[in-house]
């Protein structure tokens, strides 16, 4: 029996780093069958020529806001799953949000498969968003989830009236997710800090959409940072804390690091590239900056950037997701619902922005596959780690992220020599909104093919998503497995009795 398919005359990108010239991947049934020279080619077996460029695994988006109640002009499934595979991503995991009233996760968990059943392009699983843990969600409801659906993560806010948790429900979560091995990602900002701001520009007429970068500083993200790995080290819980944008927060991560407590941490394409004048109006368009509206907000200094960078460069950061959160611009319930009675309100617009397509092209351009060594932000392998076998490993999802016998034909083929550069332009993507914040970015290449499961997907030489909707699998996931740190450090000094506190319970 032959193989379906031989990618041929690529250079193939691991974790370690580039095969040697001439090894070939040999797929059959949608899996990666066999790497190496000269593979044996059937009657059948189709060529796919990578005409000497790079071969990275398909990207793995690990959060995506899709289909959310609370944006009604963001991205469907469809729409949302489109535009992940014209940019190289094969896998993402979105968002089923549970809200305050609802008392059980079931009917929040139906609500989202029956969203994007049959709809989706790529791959893709949940986490939930709890904004109501009771002891029946956290010790009944988690585990059967965990078990039978295989949806083993969750997010909890710590700002937001809708949302947040307080510290006590963030110790119980914490440690209900650390007994069941869940992943557990953290939005970190101080509620009242951002709030006290908030009033307090509004009272100023200080209502601009430029404001929400004053809003919420910095210093809001450090403290919350802060205080959510102490509550994640007091039982004992591994946490990853996402969209990080600030060089205090990443600080109180590397020092958490240090100190070999497993806390993991995220940044995003928009906290490496874009700054807080994305936020500021145009002369044809006094609303124009609540296109750069996001949370955590962009920040003011080059510098800001320079110091993520470092934590891309030098392993502060597990992973790079998009956080793809957008909402229409020119949409009384998108951006626009920022606007009341004609006057621009920062807090009122829906936080978030598109990037789930801009994702690999914009952080692969910095890398040696497309610069000299010198000016190279990072190496190939680092980005492989960061946008899928990373996210991948952390969330449980065994057979996506590496190229590798025995794993899913999730492939990005880019362009050789750097012949993708382009700019990025609104009318070429392939998201449901009506802006991008990185229009008129210039990126070094650009996928030329992303195959998912052995398919075609996307075909940069048609100009085309190849794919089709509903090919797309819900993936039920495994344990994520911890990438820094390690569990078992409890308190220096803790007496016997104190540390059966910590035990974890049976789980029913
Ligand atoms: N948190 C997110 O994770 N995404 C968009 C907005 C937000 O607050
Ligand atoms: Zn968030
Ligand atoms: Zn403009
Ligand atoms: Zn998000």
Redesign the pocket.
């Known amino acids: 029996m032959g193989l379906d398919t031989i990618v041929r005359n690529g250079l193939i990108v691991t974790e370690s780093g580039v095969l040697p010239a001439g090894q070939e991947i040999g797929i059959s049934n949608g899996k990666i069958s066999l790497i190496g020279f000269g593979l044996p080619e059937g009657p059948e077996t189709k060529i796919i020529d990578a005409q000497g460029a790079y071969i990275t695994p398909g990207g793995v988006d690990s959060?995506v806001?899709l289909a959310q109640r609370n944006a009604p002009t963001g991205d469907t499934w469809e729409t949302g799953t489109r535009s992940a595979v014209a940019g190289g991503t094969t896998t993402v995991l979105a968002?089923a949000s549970q809200t305050k009233e609802m008392t059980s996760l079931f009917p929040v968990l139906e609500e989202y498969h029956e969203k994007s059943r049959g709809q989706s392009y790529c791959d893709y699983g949940f986490h939930f968003i709890l904004t109501n843990p009771s002891e029946t969600i956290l010790w009944q409801e988690l585990p059967r989830i965990a078990k039978e659906e295989g949806i083993t993560s969750v997010?909890l806010?710590m700002?937001?009236e809708l949302?947040k948790l307080s510290d006590r429900q963030l110790l119980d979560t914490m440690l209900a997710c650390r007994s069941l091995g869940l992943t557990t990602?953290i939005?970190a900002?101080n509620s009242d800090m951002i709030n006290f701001l908030i009033q307090g520009l509004e009272r100023n007429e200080n209502t601009a959409p430029f404001f929400h970068a004053i809003s919420a500083p910095k210093i809001a993200e450090d403290e919350a940072s802060y205080r959510a790995i102490r509550l994640a080290e007091l039982v004992d819980a591994p946490v990853l804390l996402?969209?990080v944008s600030s060089d205090g927060a990443m600080k109180h991560i590397r020092e958490a690091q240090t100190r070999l407590l497993p806390i993991h941490a995220e940044t995003c394409p928009h906290y490496l590239f874009l700054l807080s004048d994305k936020l500021a109006n145009h002369e044809h368009d006094a609303f124009h900056g609540a296109k750069g509206v996001?949370?955590?907000p962009l920040r003011h200094n080059p510098e800001d950037l320079e110091a993520l960078w470092r934590g891309i460069s030098n392993d502060t950061f597990t992973i790079f997701s998009s956080?793809h959160?957008p909402t229409k611009y020119d949409h009384p319930q998108g951006k626009k619902a920022g606007i009341i009675d004609g006057i621009p309100k920062f807090s009122k617009i829906p936080?978030?922005?598109p990037g789930i397509e801009t994702r690999l092209s914009l952080l692969f351009s910095e890398t040696e596959g497309c610069l000299p060594k010198e000016r190279a932000r990072l190496s190939l392998a680092r980005f492989v780690q960061l946008t899928s076998g990373n996210p991948a490993r952390l969330y449980g999802l065994t057979r996506k992220g590496s190229i590798m016998p025995g794993f899913d034909a999730d492939l990005v083929v880019w362009h050789p020599h750097n012949q993708g550069e382009k700019t990025i332009a609104q009318e070429k993507l392939h998201h449901g909104v009506d802006y991008t914040p990185f229009e008129g970015m210039r990126v070094r290449n650009w996928p030329r093919l992303t195959m998912l499961r052995g398919e075609i997907v996307w075909d940069a030489d048609k100009d085309s998503v190849t794919g089709v909707k509903g090919f797309g699998n819900f993936l039920k996931r495994e344990n994520g497995r911890l990438l820094v740190g390690k569990l078992g450090q409890l308190p220096a000094g803790m007496i016997e009795g104190e540390r059966d506190l910590w035990r974890p319970r049976p789980v029913a």
């Open positions: 959060h806001h968002f997010k806010y700002t937001y949302y990602m939005h900002e996402v969209h996001c949370s955590p956080d959160a936080k978030g922005i």
